[in-house]
Structure formats: C-alpha cells, structure tokens
C-alpha cells in the first residue's frame, strides 16, 4: 500500500508540473482529491474522464489505472488497471505515457501470455460490454454457447471451439437470441439461426448505431446471414434493453414456400430476403473454386507465347474450364487457353424446356457451335463482355455434322442466381471445317456445364 501511494505522489507531481493547470482542470481535480487521500472521490472524478468512449484523457487513465491496481476508491481489479495503463502509453509525449510503457512492459514479464493478451484485448474493447455469457440448446448433443472471447459448438458429442471475439472494438451488448424454424418443403427441416443485437460508437460523439447480425448453426459451423444497422441514438451511453422494441426492428420467419427469411422493418435499409440453404451454399462455394481454377490456369497461360493459329484444334475442353452468360451461352476453354468452343442456343426458337438433341449438319436455325483457334494465350473469352480485347487473332471452325444435346435444370440457387438453370451440352460424333476446308473429327467426348438465365417450362 506505501508503494501504491508514493507511485501517486510522484505521479501526481507530474500531473501538475506538465502544464498550465487550466489544460488540466479536471483531472487535476481529482489528482487533488487523490493527494487528500479521498479516493473515493478521486476515482468519481477520474473514472468517466478515463473510461469514456469519447477522447479519453490519458492522465486520468493513469490513475484510474493505479486505483484499481491498489483498491483505492474501487474495488482492486489488476485486469483492468493493466488494460488501462496499456491505453495511457499511447501518451508517447508525457512523463505519465512513459510511465505507463514501463509499467506494461513489467505486467509482459509477469503476467502469462493469456493474461497480457486479455490486457491487450481489453485496452481495445474495455469492460463496460453489457455482455452476458449464453448457452442455446439445440438438439440432442447439439448445443452453442458464446463468450466474448468467441464460440463454442458440440455437434453429435464433438466440441468444436470457433476462438473469434465477438466485438474487436467498444461495444454494449444488449441481446443474443437463438430461434428455430420449420423450413422446406413439406416444413419439417429445421433450422437454427442466432441473432446479436450491440450497440457500436461511432465517430461522431456521443452517437451510437444498433448493429443486428444474424447467423446460421449450421452442424458445427456459424453461417453468417446479414449484418445491418438498424437505428441510432445519442448520449455517453446507450438505451438500456428495457427501452428498446427489437420485435419492431427485425422480423424471422418461414414464407409460404418453407424458405426462412429476414425482414428489416426500420429505417433506408428495410427488405425482406430469403436465407439461402445449406445446399445452396454448398452449390455456390463449388461453381467459386471451378471459377477460381479458371483464374488459375488463365494467370499461369503464356500471353506471349505465340502458336499458329491455323493449326487443327484439339477439341480437348474441360467441363471443370467451362462457363456461360446470359440465357443462351456456353463456352470450354483447353487447359493452355489458346483454344474455346462456343454453343449459342436460343431456348425459344428450338423449343425447347428442359433441352432437347439436335443434329449440327441440319439446325441452323436458333443454334450456333464454333471452335476458336487463338494465335496466343487469352486471359478471358471475348465474349460475355463489353470490356473491348484488343486485336484478336483467331480461326473459327464450324461443325458439319454430329450431334448437341441441352440438358436444362433448376440451378439449385434460388437465392444467389433466382430463376436460373444449370445448362449441361454434350457434343457426339462432330466434325469441324476451317475457313481453308480443312476437317477434324470428335474423338473424345466433349461436356460443358454453366448456370445461364434460362427458366424451365
């Protein structure tokens, strides 16, 4: 305790000796209330000048920093002082911020790396968060519980810890709600979806937004849904929960489909939107790592690599290198992407729902097959784009005989892709001209697949 109060007294000193006192004015005040030993009083007036949200005084942090380190005025809590002592270093330019610097670097040797890690976390985020731990049972060995420090989710009797703070800055929670839906179909899928409402500063002063996330539980995974600001308001701190209607705010449910949507019923943001199914995700991050390898091997090819552009085509094309655009194109690229083919089909002049086989040596009415010899490596198709490609040096190749067939199926993504299908073509037995008579035949099958706009029926 001696310790304690000769460490005030000195500090104290440097307080009133680094500058006119009006500069200081409050915090000098309750330095002054520190010396009378009226600590008590000291830490009314230091606490909300160190622990505010809007420009701290870094002073005060000292010496709240001290009070809490000693129990003087407050109950003891080190944890606190350290993360406020780690905030007064930011004072590079006084005596105090020096202080303070030592005195992290002596809580580093001393405290274990959890300790001095929760001390650096907590300068960020501080202490005031409203947070309260929350445990949601689920289902059968099926449970997920937060704390600050991030998740924890046992699915079929396997714990799985998901170590993501929940807040990286200042926050004040006000409520974590878990809510299970009958979804699908015939509406017998449940699903569980958790939302978080907290307030956040922001950069003007005394203002804070009410900030909603949702996620989905999906297994042992935390899906995120949406994040939106909902409404503002004003003050050094927030509306209690009391005082606020969330109901009003947001909205969960199930439409009439079985598909679960959210609605934000308050302020420019308002919408209601179906949450995409597991399936559908799934689906999504597939057709992302095929257009990722397409990237790939379109950033490894050699632009300046120059091959004669009236050689004969492979017709070598991967259903994994393929793609589409808009309601009636498909293309394949060859692995070093000097060569494509194209099929054009228009769903409604071949009469087509859900596809159909025709014969390329007769349909030349609503479907167009060519093959494209390229001169060099080409980064991306020059087609499904308005951005212009430069001179392009090429050969185009047509068909003289085989057969297209077009398979049309739902997408599977009515969310991300509404009302789009999955367009697979297969060519058999084709043969191809060049412009100099020269023909090719298909010796190995040739499958492309890509979601176009096409709709079904």
């Given at each position: 305790?001696?310790?304690?109060?000769?460490?005030l007294?000195v500090?104290?000193?440097?307080?009133?000796?680094a500058?006119?006192?009006a500069q200081t004015?409050?915090t000098a005040?309750?330095v002054?209330?520190?010396?009378?030993?009226?600590y008590?009083?000291a830490?009314a007036?230091?606490?909300p000048?160190?622990?505010?949200?809007?420009q701290?005084?870094?002073?005060a942090?000292?010496?709240?920093?001290?009070?809490?380190?000693s129990?003087?005025?407050v109950?003891?809590?080190?944890?606190?002082?350290?993360?406020?002592?780690?905030r007064?270093?930011?004072?590079?330019?006084s005596?105090?911020?020096?202080?303070a610097?030592?005195?992290?670097?002596?809580r580093?040797?001393?405290?274990d790396?959890?300790?001095?890690n929760t001390c650096?976390?907590?300068a960020?985020?501080?202490?005031?968060?409203?947070?309260?731990?929350?445990?949601?049972?689920?289902?059968?060995e099926?449970?997920?519980?937060?704390?600050?420090k991030?998740?924890?989710i046992?699915y079929?009797g396997?714990e799985?810890?998901?170590?993501?703070?929940?807040?990286?800055?200042p926050?004040?929670?006000?409520?974590?709600r878990?809510?299970?839906?009958?979804?699908?179909?015939?509406?017998?899928?449940?699903r569980?979806?958790?939302?978080?409402f907290?307030w956040?500063p922001?950069?003007?002063a005394?203002?804070?937004?009410?900030k909603?996330?949702?996620?989905?539980?999906?297994?042992?995974?935390?899906v995120s849904?949406t994040?939106?600001?909902?409404?503002t308001?004003?003050?050094?701190?927030?509306?209690a929960?009391?005082?606020i209607d969330l109901?009003?705010?947001?909205?969960?449910r199930?439409?009439e489909a079985?598909?679960?949507?959210f609605?934000?019923l308050?302020?420019?943001a308002?919408?209601?939107?179906v949450?995409?199914s597991?399936?559908?995700?799934?689906e999504?991050k597939?057709?992302?790592a095929?257009?990722?390898?397409?990237?790939?091997?379109a950033?490894r090819?050699?632009?300046k690599?120059v091959v004669?552009?009236h050689?004969r085509?492979?017709l070598?094309?991967s259903?994994?290198?393929?793609?589409?655009?808009?309601?009636?194109?498909?293309y394949?690229?060859?692995?070093?992407r000097?060569?494509?083919?194209?099929?054009?089909a228009?769903k409604?002049?071949?009469?087509?729902?859900?596809?159909?086989?025709?014969?390329?040596?007769?349909q030349?009415?609503?479907?167009?097959?060519?093959?494209?010899v390229?001169?060099r490596?080409?980064?991306?198709?020059?087609?499904?784009?308005?951005?212009?490609?430069?001179?392009i040096?090429?050969?185009e190749?047509g068909?003289?005989?085989?057969?297209?067939?077009?398979q049309?199926?739902p997408a599977?993504?009515?969310v991300?892709?509404?009302?789009?299908?999955r367009a697979?073509?297969?060519?058999?037995g084709?043969?191809?001209?060049?412009?100099a008579a020269?023909r090719?035949?298909?010796?190995?099958?040739?499958?492309?697949?890509?979601?176009?706009?096409?709709?079904?029926?």
């Open positions: 305790m001696m310790r304690a109060r000769l460490l007294v500090s104290a000193t440097l307080v009133f000796s500058g006119p006192r004015v409050s005040d309750g002054d209330a520190l010396l009378r030993r009226d008590a009083r830490a007036i230091l606490k000048l160190a622990e505010t949200l809007w701290p005084d870094h002073r942090e000292f010496f709240m920093a001290v009070l809490y380190e129990g003087l005025g109950p003891q809590d080190p944890p606190r002082a350290c993360a406020l002592f780690m007064a270093s930011a004072d590079h330019e005596p105090l911020g020096s202080a610097s030592v005195l992290v670097r002596a580093q040797r001393t405290l790396r959890d300790a001095f650096n976390w907590r960020s985020v501080g202490f005031d968060d409203r947070f309260e731990q929350v445990t949601f049972m689920l289902d059968q099926h449970w997920i519980a937060f704390d600050l991030g998740t924890t046992a079929r396997v799985k810890r998901i170590d993501v703070p929940l807040v990286s800055s926050v004040r929670f006000v409520s974590i878990h809510a299970e839906l009958a979804a699908g179909a015939t509406f017998s899928t449940r569980h979806f958790v939302d978080m907290k956040v922001l950069a003007q005394r203002t804070w937004s009410l909603w996330e949702l996620t989905e539980v999906v297994r042992d995974a935390l849904v994040s939106q600001q909902l409404v308001a004003t003050g050094e701190e927030p509306p929960r009391s005082a109901e009003s705010l947001v909205r969960l199930v439409n079985g598909d679960p949507e609605s934000v308050t302020g420019a308002r919408q209601t939107t949450i995409e597991d399936a559908e995700r799934e999504w597939r057709l992302s095929q257009q990722a390898r397409v990237r790939q091997d950033a090819a050699d632009p690599r004669d552009v050689r085509p492979s070598a094309y259903a994994d290198a393929s793609d589409g655009c808009g309601n009636a194109f498909v394949g690229w060859t692995a070093d000097t060569e494509a083919i194209t099929v054009r228009d409604d002049l071949l009469q087509i729902s859900t596809g159909g086989t025709f014969d390329l040596a007769t030349t009415v609503g479907l167009d097959v060519r093959l494209h390229y001169e490596a080409m980064p991306s198709l020059p087609f499904c784009t308005d951005v212009g490609m430069g001179n040096v090429e050969e190749w068909p003289t005989r085989g057969t297209v067939t077009i049309l199926l599977g993504l009515p991300r892709a509404p009302g789009r299908s697979t073509i297969r060519l058999s084709a043969q191809f001209v060049s412009p020269v090719v035949d298909q010796t190995q099958p040739i499958t492309l697949t890509a979601i176009v706009g096409w709709i079904p029926g």
